[in-house]
């Protein structure tokens, strides 16, 4: 995986899950419609209802006679008129009536269907003007008779197929708020993260002047000495490497290479024949150089828009033992962002060509550091520093 690609946050995160839990639903109620609408459903009747109270069935006798009256063959001749009502919200089609006789008779005529008696059943199968009840509807059947007495039937069994369809189900209108719901999140993250892009590149464009401002400034500083070029930008780049591998926030990481750019700001004021003198420092001489550090102080105090810029330049020559200027703070006293800049200050400094002295070799400059940490420098900075000379970060970045 790349590692340069971003993270997702959150918000998109919620809404990819929301999303697939939204199209699990959808699957589900697909399923669960084709289902209801292939599986025959089988319902029985006591009295010409069903428990759910959705389908009745009744049937009745409309009118009788007797037929060969005051013989041994007398028998009672009668037609019976039914009727299925299908209140379901969906139609029925394909359905199958099966009758429960009281007692045993004769099947003479019948209309609406194809009915077969078997015993005491009568097995009724619509034809093609009604096998399909439609939902709230209702269709009439009916047969003659001929039996020993009037019957009156209230036991059916009845099977069908029911129509489903997907506004039918309560999910599909939980689906379709939901649906809904997400539809206004996920324009609102869109807007949102349009807007926040459209603010980042505003930030980014800010970074960049701001960036090519302070480089434009300390080229300048460091042009007052030919063996400086280029040092205030190592030392910027180096400290925003220890900020990383010490695990601080972009935005701190960031600072630090403002800070490393403006570290040396107070030189400006210092002559340049002092700056550039290849021979030893008298005292005097000396005080002017360590100036440097009040002055950038005063130069970046109402600079407050960057976090920690003034003290870089200010007490990045403050040493952990407190032996430093200009104030001689001690460990932790130091602020951070200063202790980070004073060890890279001076790796560049043994790193570099001065006017008084060649760069030093890797390993003098490694065992320079390693000696002075805890004394000179804070040695948990000092770890990471050798740990980026060892590896060749500054040998790539030089």
Known sequence: MNKKMKKLPISAIVLLLTLVLLLLGAIYLQNKVESDSKNPFTLEFNGGRDDSKYLSVELISTKSWINNEGTEDENIGAQYDGL????YASDIEDWELVIIMPS??????????????DGNRITLKPDENTKLIPAGESKPFGFIMIS???MNFSKFVFTGYRQTTYTQYALFWVLVVAAGLWIVGFLTYLIVSIRIRAYER?????????TQTMKTFAGMIDAKDPYTKGH???????AQEIGRRMGMKKEEVRNLGYIGLMHDCGKIGVPDNVLTKPSKLSPEERKVIEEHTTRGGSVLENFTAIE??????LYHHERYDGQGYPKGLKGADIPLCA????VVDAYDAMNSDRCYRPRLPREKIVKELDDNAGTQFDPDVVVH????IRDGFCDESS
Do not use: P, Q
């Open 308 to 313: 920690g810029i003034r003290d870089g330049a």
């Open 385 to 388: 520093m050798i740990s980026m």
């Open 104 to 117: 045993e008779g004769v099947l003479d005529s019948s209309w609406n269907g194809e009915y077969v008696l």
């Open 84 to 87: 299925i009502t299908n209140e």
């Open 202 to 210: 505003r930030c980014e464009n800010d970074a960049k002047i701001i």
């Open 339 to 342: 202790r980070i800049i004073c």
């Open 148 to 150: 020993e007495e009037l």
């Open 232 to 238: 205030s930008a190592r030392v910027s780049l180096y």
